[in-house]
């Protein structure tokens, strides 16, 4: 037994201390895209064979919002300025060594500028778009006076882009190119834009799967508005859908048509955030995209307040879940629920963020529970 010790001892004394330096450089390349950029940044400290390691990683995340938020709260007005100030100095100091030392292709790149270092984003852009290597990119233009910064044109160049999420960013005019041909998911947050150029943007990404519209405020230019079909024209081959309340306020339905442009098949997901006004289309609107979307499997609505309309030809063949946040129990909202019950053979899960004082939970999940349905479905309300 003693011996046997003494040579497990001896065998992992002649295993090397530093097993991770000898992995392939993909795997450790891997393993630090698993970090925060500054993080990545900081393991050339741990030796000298590691000190270029990170240079090759293929992702960065450059933000300033780390340096500029913790300011010390007692303070003047000026030490803050100042101090934000020598913050942004250092973190542009950081950004320039950090891209000039840089060795590898960027395939992922994501980029949160100051309002006073944006000017820096147009010469990094243009300086990414020679390469032409960037597959997902992620700008936020705000700065602390939520200014919005106009989009670099070279932004057009990226043929080989497959996500692109805008943040605070004016879209102006767009200039003639190629379209994005490989572009799968894309994400409009508080982006400036013209209807005209948002319908243009999204008739040149054929292959567009997942469109997000999240903005807490839309910017539309020339106070024009956008049709749900002109929208699902550029639409063809969606699979997930978000759109949030603002975006809403541009988005019309003249008249309920009896239906869409073209047939969903496609569509997998959608979730709207507070869409549907008890004074409007807004009901109607939703089953009509239900009927439209034959292989639809989850539905997610979040203050929602629903006008209830009989479709008695929808059959939600797909659907295995739904998700409804800050359900306050009203009749139109139960009324809908009982729908979706009612007309889904495959629904698993329905999930009810309620909005409602404990003690209606009990009735309102009695209430559910006791709703017709034609799966077994497990309903939870929390």
């Not at 840089?102 to 270092?117: A, F, M, R, W």
């Not at 969903?264 to 004074?279: I, Q, T, W």
Request: with cysteine; net charge positive; aromatic share 10%.
């Amino acid at each position: 037994m003693k011996k046997t010790n003494t040579k497990r001892l001896f065998e992992a004394e002649q295993l090397p201390l530093d097993r991770i330096s000898t992995l392939p450089q993909p795997i450790l390349e891997t393993i630090l895209c698993l970090l925060s950029t500054k993080e990545a940044v900081r393991t050339s400290i741990l030796s000298r064979e590691w000190r270029y390691k990170w240079t090759k990683i293929p992702k960065l995340e450059l933000s300033h919002r780390e340096r500029c938020i913790f300011v010390p709260k007692r303070r003047s007005y000026i030490e803050n300025t100042r101090g934000n100030m020598d913050m942004k100095c250092k973190f542009c100091d950081d950004l320039n060594r950090i891209l000039l030392q840089h060795q590898g292709p960027i395939h992922e790149l994501t980029l949160d500028l100051p309002e006073d270092v944006c000017l820096k984003l147009d010469q990094i852009i243009f300086d990414l778009s020679k390469n032409n290597t960037v597959k997902k990119l992620s700008l936020w233009g705000e700065g602390l006076d939520s200014c919005f910064y106009k989009l670099p044109i070279y932004v057009f160049s990226f043929r080989q882009l497959t996500d692109l999420d805008l943040h605070y960013v004016d879209i102006g005019r767009l200039p003639t190119f190629d379209g994005f041909g490989s572009l799968r998911s894309l994400c409009l947050s508080d982006v400036g834009m013209s209807t005209k150029t948002f319908l243009h943007l999204l008739s040149n990404c054929p292959s567009l799967k997942i469109l997000n519209l999240e903005n807490e405020y839309f910017y539309n230019y020339n106070d024009d508005y956008c049709t749900i079909n002109k929208l699902f024209k550029c639409l063809p081959v969606i699979e997930h859908l978000t759109i949030w309340l603002h975006v809403s306020q541009w988005l019309v339905l003249d008249a309920v048509p009896q239906e869409l442009p073209t047939s969903l098949v496609h569509l997998k997901y959608f979730c709207f955030e507070g869409m549907f006004r008890v004074d409007g289309n807004g009901l109607a609107f939703l089953l009509l995209l239900i009927k439209c979307s034959p292989n639809l499997e989850k539905i997610k609505l979040v203050k929602c307040s629903i006008l209830w309309e009989e479709y008695s030809d929808v059959w939600l063949e797909h659907l295995n879940e739904l998700e409804i946040e800050c359900f306050r129990n009203s009749k139109r909202e139960m009324e809908f629920v009982k729908f979706i019950l009612a007309r889904s053979p495959k629904l698993q899960r329905v999930m009810i963020g309620s909005s409602v004082h404990r003690e209606k939970e009990s009735q309102m999940l009695k209430t559910l529970l006791q709703a017709p349905r034609v799966s077994p479905v497990v309903i939870t309300v929390t």
